[in-house]
């Protein structure tokens, strides 16, 4: 009897996204799945201005290479991810029936053109999977009409990968069924975040020796956009107050709220506090292997994952994290991967903070290491191959 033939997998994707091409790589490796992925967007690719960072950028690292892509075109004035009609693609149904799929990866929902392939793949009666990273935490579930209209929009899709926990408690809040949830974790290239790689450890020496850092001291490396949601300047604020000696702070990227840190560390901590701009992905394990202690303290609602803790954290790097951060349930357990504070609690912030810079790090390390080992590209890929033998149910084999 011969072997079915692969999967046509579909793929909508806003844009070219640096933690998710390198897993569409071993995607296309699948000898049971066929993909191709069709971005909304060239974002990422091309040079274009982040108003986060405020700064024109393009990613260093070929988010392309090693799978099957097109590019929709995309006919927005105003293209981008921050309102509904920035990815507006009219010929993306078009597109999707020349290639024929048996089945629709979603990433997302909340833009014109995903509304559009979402109804067309309903019309075909085209199996449809999502993949979100959305959560309640800080926020009430509520019958709202924004929640019941997720309730019909997730109706729509036969399966429905979470990345975590909260991920998990708030499609089953909206109304999904457990028999259609598959756990797909988030992660990022783990051969990427190698810590035995000895080109990042020499230059994370460097950076160190550049910014004046000794051997022995103990940093705390935070690296983000510099906006409030991400509590920057409490962070700052903290290592201030807790005052140990022998300790470091190191703030890298770029915001709006750049100028008051600078002026803030300028008076109150020379030479203990040091800042690096924004780094493209190529630069980041030096700058994760720099540090003893990753800290993502975020408040902000919109904190769905955090995936610079993965980075981090294959990186042997411990994390401070806010329980506001969507991946601190899977993990950062506090005293044992990490800490953990409540994010409007400053006094709490300095305690965790305090712990930190006096813990013993060798045993955190191991757990570290231990933790995320189960938060790579194969437990995702092993989750979304489950989600397509439930919406299409023949022999699929994960290598």
Known sequence: MSAPSPIRLAV?????????????????????????????????????????????????IDLLAGHDHEFVPNSAARPGTDHFWGLRNPALPRRLAAWRPDAVLM???????????IIWARWRGIPLIFRGDSHFIGRPAGRTWRTLAQRWIYAQFSALTFVGQANRDYFTALGVPTRRLFFAPHAVDETFFDPANPGHRTQAVRLREQLGISASTRVVLFAGKFVPAKQPRELLEAFLE??????????????????????????????????????????????????????????????????????????????????????????????????????????????????????????????????????????????????????????????
């Open 107 to 117: 990433f997302g929902y909340a833009y014109a053109s995903h509304l559009r392939a």
């Open 242 to 399: 807790v005052n140990q000696p022998g300790t470091a702070l190191v703030l890298a990227g770029d915001g709006v709220e750049s100028p008051a840190l600078r002026e803030r560390a300028r008076s109150a901590a020379p030479g203990q506090v040091h800042f690096l701009p924004f780094a493209n992905q190529s630069e980041m394990p030096a700058r994760y292997l720099l540090a003893d202690v990753f800290a993502l303290p975020s408040r902000g609602l919109y904190e769905t994952w955090g995936l610079a803790v993965n980075e981090a954290m294959h990186l042997g790097v411990p994390c401070l994290v806010s329980d506001r951060v969507g991946c601190q349930r899977d993990l950062v357990t506090d005293n044992e991967t990490g800490w953990v504070f409540r994010a409007e609690d400053a006094a709490q912030l300095r305690e965790r903070l305090r712990a930190a810079l006096a813990a013993d790090l060798a045993p955190f390390r191991t757990r570290v290491s231990a933790r995320i080992a189960n938060y790579t590209y194969r437990q995702a890929t092993a989750g979304l191959l489950d989600a397509v033998r439930h919406v299409i149910p023949r022999p699929v084999r994960s290598t």
């Open 12 to 60: 909508v994707l806003s844009h070219p996204v640096q933690y998710y091409s390198p897993w569409f790589r071993r995607l296309a490796a699948e000898p049971e799945l066929r993909l191709r992925v069709f971005y909304l967007w060239d974002f990422g690719v091309t040079e274009q201005r982040d108003p986060g960072f405020g700064a024109v950028f393009k990613w260093d």
